[in-house]
């Protein structure tokens, strides 16, 4: 069983990150927390580890610039990052025009789009100031934690 508190020090780590679900895992126990929804901690051994997937997906992203230096010239400006594993969506439904399109000026607090994990919608906001100048994901994909979903040129 673990610890009340070792338990509300994770629930203040994520009001203070701001995030909605977390899955932690060891060889012993697994807990799952989601704000906005059931609370609950399991003892079962896990199928997988989560540390090891999150840091194989960045080591493998600086490979792709690496090729593709040689074959274009690499766009400058600053990348907004899934937060989370979900399905990426550019506008709040079907017929809705997209949160922001190529070109587009964002703030901070622009919402750029919302991911959909486990039937909560979470609208991700920009972080940074700019011009967007590319989407480089399609409404409707799954994304991973991490993956950059647009690229701005900062102001």
Do not use: W
Request: glycine share 4%; net charge negative; aromatic share 4%.
């Amino acid at each position: 069983m673990i610890d009340i508190r070792k338990l509300k020090e994770l629930v203040k780590l994520m009001v203070a990150n701001d995030l909605a679900e977390m899955d932690l895992r060891d060889t012993d126990e697994q807990v799952t927390i989601r704000r906005h929804g059931e609370t609950f901690v399991t003892s079962a051994p896990p199928a997988q580890l989560v540390a090891p997937t999150q840091a194989v997906a960045p080591a493998a992203a600086p490979a792709a610039p690496a090729a593709s230096e040689a074959e274009a010239p690499v766009e400058e400006g600053v990348e907004i990052v899934s937060p989370m594993v979900g399905t990426f969506y550019t506008s709040p439904d079907p017929d809705s025009p997209a949160f922001v399109q190529v070109g587009a000026s964002v703030s901070e607090d622009t919402t750029v789009c919302i991911i959909e994990a486990m039937k909560i919608f979470n609208e991700i906001k920009a972080q940074c100031s700019g011009t967007v100048l590319k989407i480089l994901v399609n409404s409707g994909d799954p994304v991973e934690f991490g993956q950059p979903l647009f690229l701005v040129k900062p102001q």
